[in-house]
C-alpha cells in the first residue's frame, strides 16, 4: 500500500505563499491519484485539490484561482503551491489517494496570521 510523507508547511502572513511537498512511497504512484487535504482546529477534514493520473486538477471553490497541485512521477511527489494565503487556510494538510484509502499520516502544519 502506498504511504504519503506530507512536509513544507510554516508561518506565513497573510498574502505569502507556501509550497508544500508530498512523497509517496511504492511503485505503484504513477497509477494513482492523488489528493490534498486539510483539517483546521475544531472543523473536519476536507478536500483541497486533487490531480489525478493525466494531472487532470480540480479544487475546492475556497482555495481556487490562489492553490495549484501538481505531480512529478520520476520523483514519486506532489506539490501543492499555495499563494495569496489567507488566515483561514489555517489547517494541518495531508495528501492521500483521492478518496482517502491509504493510512493518513502526520501531515504538515500551515499557519496564516493577519
Known amino acids: 500500500q502506498v504511504q504519503f510523507v506530507e512536509s513544507g508547511g510554516g508561518l506565513v502572513q497573510a498574502g505569502g505563499s507556501l509550497r508544500l511537498s508530498c512523497a509517496a512511497s511504492?511503485?505503484?504512484?504513477?497509477?494513482?491519484?492523488v489528493a490534498w487535504y486539510r483539517q483546521a482546529p475544531g472543523k473536519q477534514r476536507e478536500l483541497v485539490a486533487t490531480?489525478?493520473?493525466?494531472?487532470?486538477?480540480s479544487y475546492a471553490d475556497s482555495v481556487k484561482g490562489r492553490f495549484t497541485i501538481s505531480r512529478d512521477n520520476a520523483k514519486n511527489t506532489v506539490y501543492l503551491q499555495m499563494n495569496s494565503l489567507k488566515p483561514e487556510d489555517t489547517a494541518v494538510y495531508y495528501c492521500?489517494?483521492?478518496?482517502?484509502?491509504?493510512?493518513w499520516g502526520q501531515g504538515t502544519q500551515v499557519t496564516v496570521s493577519a
Open positions: 492521500n489517494t483521492w478518496g482517502g484509502s491509504a493510512t
Open positions: 511504492g511503485s505503484t504512484f504513477r497509477f494513482i491519484a
Open positions: 490531480i489525478n493520473i493525466a494531472s487532470t486538477t
